[in-house]
């Protein structure tokens, strides 16, 4: 592993942003970090991180994040918030700042230009070293930049999420995360991102969610059997049915047909 940071001994506001530290990390499969939020500080902190390279896992109060290559998030520090490496290594840019930010927040989102934002991220470092109080306008250009590119992008992301929707009511359960990727041309981070950016859940959650919902109108709206509506909506048998049922609603396919779907 290796990091090339600093951490400022005072804050220039350039601009209407403050840079506090930022760090350019190269990590390997051991990378870990949890840390605790910020107290009593006048401002609300945020990190903008960048990944150019592999792959790595944030939770914060804002959601679990798969952040790949070409990824970017910001969030608050205002909570406790841990992050990771996912498989084998991560590379990324860490930047902490303050000031009064509020779009974009919890928001992940991707950046093509990675020789730019290498420039900018390694001219903002340098600022900050050198003490030239130019690294909140480097910041600032990056920002605006990422929320540029995300706003392109929205169109595109919603595009595709309407029809991963679309091919999970053609479909039902008979969708894999993989084979719904693929037939969305996507990476499983990237549908997987796009899920829990519009839908609050995983795609596996979302399309368990959806099949147990389809289950629930045809056990009160028809006289399929218990079996058949397994089969219709994908489970392997009749037994692995039930049992996802139960542990989802509370009761069993056939209990929740004699009370009407009242729990």
Known sequence: MYTDFCVADKVNYNTSLGVYSIYRVFADRSYRVNHLPRKNSPKKRFV??????????????????VLEAHTALIFS???SFTYRTLNQQWNFWWFEFDGDF??????????????????????????????RGLESAYLTAILAFAH?????????????????????REKLYHNSVA??????????????????RYAGCSPKKY????????????????????????????????FHFSRVFRETIGMTPSEYRQTGGEL
């Open 148 to 168: 540029e590119s995300a706003d392109k992008a929205k169109s595109k992301e919603e595009e595709i999420f309407a029809r991963a929707q679309e091919l999970i």
């Open 207 to 238: 399309l368990k969610n959806y099949c147990i919902d389809h289950a629930k109108y045809l056990l009160l709206h028809t006289t399929k059997s218990v079996g058949q509506i397994s089969d219709e909506i994908g489970f392997s048998n009749q």
């Open 102 to 131: 509020l779009y974009d927040v919890g928001r992940c989102f991707y950046l093509k230009n990675d020789s730019w934002m290498e420039e900018m991220g390694r001219l903002a470092l340098s600022s900050l070293r050198e003490g």
């Open 179 to 196: 084979s719904l990727a693929s037939q969305l041309c996507v990476e499983p981070r990237t549908l997987y991102n796009l899920f829990l």
């Open 48 to 65: 903008f991180v960048y990944t150019d390279w592999g792959s790595g896992v944030l939770s914060c109060a804002n959601g679990d994040f």
């Open 77 to 79: 520090m205002e909570t």
